[in-house]
């Protein structure tokens, strides 16, 4: 089983920072992407930020405030994430494609979600 966990969201005021992080664990031979999405509330889920072997890439909505990284020794993926706006409040969630075993394909895992709140 892999399970992916996200942590540190939580309520900030506006121009406040958060990081977050997501941890994957579980039977892992290796995982290739990984991104942040969200979703505000009554709105849809949108990508926020991504990384894999090619880069990094982000939503122009956080280019210049947020920052994604990864550390594959420890199977996290963080998002720093500064300057903070009320309209970046949502659930954010964790995503990841995963092969458990050498000889099997990627599987596409989420998080259970962590709220972050932007309001004075």
């Known amino acids: 089983q892999v399970q992916l966990v996200e942590s540190g969201g939580g309520l900030v005021q506006p121009g406040g920072s958060l990081r977050l992080s997501c941890a994957a664990s579980g039977s892992i031979f290796s995982i290739n992407a990984m991104g942040w999405y969200r979703q505000p509330p009554g709105k849809e889920r949108e990508l926020v930020a991504a990384?894999?072997?090619?880069?990094?890439n982000y939503a122009d909505s956080v280019k210049g405030r947020f920052t994604i990284s990864r550390d594959n020794a420890k199977n996290t993926m963080y998002l720093q994430m500064n300057s903070l706006k009320p309209e970046d409040t949502a659930v954010y969630y964790c995503n990841a494609d995963i092969k458990v075993t050498s000889g099997g394909n990627y599987g596409h895992y989420w998080g259970q979600g962590t709220q972050v709140t932007v309001s004075s």
């Open positions: 990384v894999n072997s090619g880069g990094t």
